[in-house]
């Protein structure tokens, strides 16, 4: 079971976006795809249910990520199909998750052995969304995947970007977990791509920087991609022609999960 998390320390590059349509797209595919919200934004969770998981109120703790992660609500009470896809399952998430942050310092295995506990009702994919930073949510959420999708916008600080995550993957495999081989870092995925000579100049840097790392599939800036998730649509529904979702079906392509 592949489990990929997607990842940048800053906000804003496509990831949900990106995870978003890669798990319509991959169950259109027929496969069967778990997505994980690890992002208190919950962006995620409101694409592909329409709305945010309830929030936590007195007396009321509703079943998210947040409870699953504190250990309130075991993997089965909270994981939930997708109604509108076939064979999408989702932990969702709300703006609680932000305070079992600091809870997970000392728990950076948290999220993967809730996860390995999947054992025969395991999906083919797992995804993971991440939100801004290189926080504890974000080091589980590493620490979860066997690969890391590094998602980069056209800019020359990107390099710099993509540099400390090398090292936060590095740090992973051998501080979290021991001198594991994994996760391993699977790709850059360059998002929001024009016709400016800043993306041709950043994907040659990367080219000559990071040799055999950026996947051929550019997602180009593209206004049906953002019109889409606004509508908590996925672009296979709402313009399957675009080049946006061409851009993704490619990018399904080639990841041949
Ligand atoms: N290829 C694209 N073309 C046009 N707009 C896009 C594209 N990808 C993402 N967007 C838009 O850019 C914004 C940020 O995208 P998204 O939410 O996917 O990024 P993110 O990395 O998940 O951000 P955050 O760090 O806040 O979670 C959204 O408004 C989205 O609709
Ligand atoms: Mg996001």
Known sequence: MKKIVFTNDKGGVGKTTT???????????????????????????????????????????PPTIHSLL?????????????????NITLIPSNSDLAAVSMKLSSQPTRLRSILDSLHGKSPDVILIDTGKGLDPLAINAMAAANEVIVMVTPGRLELDAISRLQEHITLV?????????????????????????????????????????????????????????????????????????????????????
């Open 19 to 61: 995870v978003a349509n890669l798990a319509v797209g991959l169950s259109q595919r027929g496969k069967k795809v778990m997505v994980v919200d690890m992002d208190p934004q919950a962006d995620v969770t409101y694409a592909l249910l329409g709305q945010r998981a309830p929030e936590t109120r007195r007396g009321y703790l």
């Open 70 to 86: 504190l250990g309130h609500y075991s993997l089965d009470q909270v994981m939930l199909e997708v109604p509108r896809y076939k």
């Open 173 to 257: 495999r051998s501080e979290v977990l021991q001198h594991d081989s994994e996760p391993a870092m699977r790709g850059i995925l360059l998002t929001l791509a024009d016709h400016h000579s800043v993306t041709k100049d950043t994907i040659k840097r990367i080219r000559k920087k990071f040799p055999g790392l950026l996947f051929n599939t550019v997602i180009p800036k593209n206004n049906d991609l953002q019109k889409a998730i606004a509508r908590s649509k996925s672009i296979f529904e709402v313009a399957p022609k675009s080049k946006g979702a061409i851009a993704y079906q490619q990018l399904l392509d080639e990841l041949n999960l």
